[in-house]
């Protein structure tokens, strides 16, 4: 596949003819980041009108590959861009990555609403939030710099498992994903799984509507393997709360299948409303 990091000089170089700035929010900028270094495989780019469409029928990519919900890039912009032009994209007003524009796209949003969520009930925040995002979406080639890629280690071990992938690290292993504190639940779940797997991976989601500080979060993990002598690893990664239940579910396992763990255990309410 294209290489997705780019450095920042690189950016620049390919986006200098143009000043017009694509601006992304938090969950953009999460997909970028998961796009761009292999975690979305067989994603490579943002969803276009194709895509969508081989999506909400079959759950499949134009190439046949499962994937359960398309990964948007919403454009706010009133103005024109070129095609095949490279444009700057930013968030929080940093330079995040780019563009290379090849076309703007609409959807039937009802249509989407209930394949994705199963409701097009506004009570539901997905569908509450999606339907007031805008109407247009971008067709493109991303790519994001290297200079803004996550420097926690947490989220450096999972890349590091992800590239290099040692067998003994990953033979007859398990993740157990987690937005929450550890508690008894978990405990007697992690100490279930310690017998059956040769690897326990410990996986903290962040997303930015966490309840909980990720520090703590790790902090929480830290003293109960040190405490209870429960031997797994913990490595991060950061998803949108996209809150689709099962199809949310896949992405996750997908994520965690990409970067190199063999099992997934699934959470009784995973990524459920209520």
């Known amino acids: 596949t294209k290489q997705k990091v780019l450095s920042l000089a690189k950016i620049y170089n390919l986006t200098q003819t143009n000043k017009i700035f694509i601006d992304i929010d938090h969950d953009d900028f999460i997909n970028l980041l998961n796009i761009c ?20 029928k079959k759950n499949k990519i134009l190439n046949n590959k499962n994937w359960t919900i398309p990964i948007l890039l919403k454009c706010k912009l009133k103005k024109k861009l070129k095609k095949n032009q490279y444009y700057i994209i930013k968030f929080k007003n940093k330079i995040v ?22 409701t097009l009930n506004k ?11 805008g109407r247009h979406f971008f ?8 200079e803004l890629i996550p420097k926690n280690k947490y989220f450096k071990k999972a890349l590091s498992i992800y590239k290099n992938k040692k067998k003994s690290d990953l033979e007859n292993s398990v993740a157990f994903s987690t937005r929450n504190i550890c508690h008894k639940g978990h ?13 326990l ?10 309840k909980y500080d990720p520090n703590f979060l790790i902090k929480s993990y830290e003293y109960l ?46 990524a459920g409303v209520k």
């Open 201 to 210: 991976f410990i996986v903290l989601i962040q997303t930015p509507e966490n």
């Open 37 to 56: 270094v292999g975690f979305y495989k067989p994603i490579y780019n943002f969803s276009n009108f194709s895509d969508v469409q081989s999506i909400l």
């Open 97 to 118: 990555g780019c563009l290379k524009f090849k076309d703007l796209f609409e959807i039937d949003k009802k249509k989407f609403t209930k394949k994705i969520f199963g």
């Open 187 to 199: 405990e007697f779940i992690l100490n279930y799984l310690k017998f059956k797997y040769k690897n």
């Open 225 to 270: 393997k040190k405490i209870k002598k429960v031997p797994y690893k913990i490595i991060q990664i950061y998803l949108p709360l996209f809150l689709a239940g099962p199809k949310e579910a896949f992405i996750q396992s997908k994520v965690i299948s990409n970067i190199g763990i063999k099992t997934f255990l699934v959470g009784r309410d995973h």
């Open 139 to 146: 067709d493109g080639e991303c790519y994001i710099s290297k």
């Open 123 to 133: 009570s539901h925040p997905g569908v509450e939030r999606f339907l007031k995002s």
